[in-house]
């Protein structure tokens, strides 16, 4: 009974939302396109904020999975965020290289290393959570805390009814391309 009055909703809204854009007014868009539209700038100022650390939005990811669970392995990371086991190696190899991670020997399975943060990475990732906030503030700042609140809840269930992974962003996917 909800969900029909919900789509009925949907449809004359959109259906609205169409033939005014046709008929050249000014209407709200849909919720998809500002979902999508808001997305995509959320991810540009987002990869401008971690720019000035010398990282991309996907090194950045990929620091705070190592950080929420050290020792995990390589493969479990791309199982985790659908990534190519040879995609997150060259960004593992590349955070290495600056000096934020280390693969140690796994004692659970000598075939596997462990990834940690080293004292460089987790400074790093402080500094990461820092402009994450920031971020955060600066995307949400018209909103008073109860509409925060509430934005930050609605998104949760939809993004849970979608099947999204939690604290993975469906963007790395396309990497493994």
Known sequence: MLK???ERIIRITYDVTMSAT?????????????LAQLGHHAATMFAEQVATV????PHAGILRAIAAEPARSQQALSAQLGMLPSRVVVYVDELEGRGYVERRAN????RLYALHL???GKRLM???SQLAREHEVQLTAALDPEQYSALR???TTVAQQQGLTPRVHPGYRTLSR
């Open 54 to 57: 010398g990282l991309t939005p």
């Open 107 to 110: 004692p659970k399975d000598r």
């Open 4 to 6: 029909s009055f919900i």
């Open 118 to 120: 080293t004292a460089a």
């Open 126 to 128: 402080r500094k990461l």
């Open 22 to 34: 046709a008929e050249g007014e000014d209407r709200n868009d849909g919720i998809a396109f500002l």
């Open 153 to 155: 809840g609605l998104l």
